[in-house]
């Protein structure tokens, strides 16, 4: 399959950046392949909720979220890569 072909493909499972504000201090992001992320608006700053998989949407995320306030933690839900993988990205 030509490349530009392969990539029409793949864009059909990509899905968009969907930032919801669920709470007053509370946001999630389900656009993310892999896993969902979020932040907690904290007194003392942003708690992270997670890091999406790829290093791309991780610096994308970090970017995102960081007019909201500073990172102060990172809280991972799992052990498993598609919620740590990239926890490097997220200079908490």
């Known amino acids: 399959m030509p490349l530009q072909r392969w990539l029409e493909h793949l864009s059909k499972y990509v899905k968009g950046y969907e930032m919801k504000k669920i709470s007053p201090n ?9 896993a969902n992320v979020g932040i907690v608006q904290t007194t003392e700053g942003l708690v992270m909720i997670d890091t999406p998989w790829r290093p791309t949407d991780a610096i994308k995320w970090r970017e995102e979220i960081s007019n909201k306030g500073n ?3 990172l809280i991972n839900t799992d052990e498993h890569h598609d919620h740590n993988l990239c926890n490097c990205f997220s200079q908490v």
């Open 71 to 73: 990172i102060r933690y």
């Open 26 to 34: 509370v946001f999630i992001e389900t656009g993310f392949s892999g």
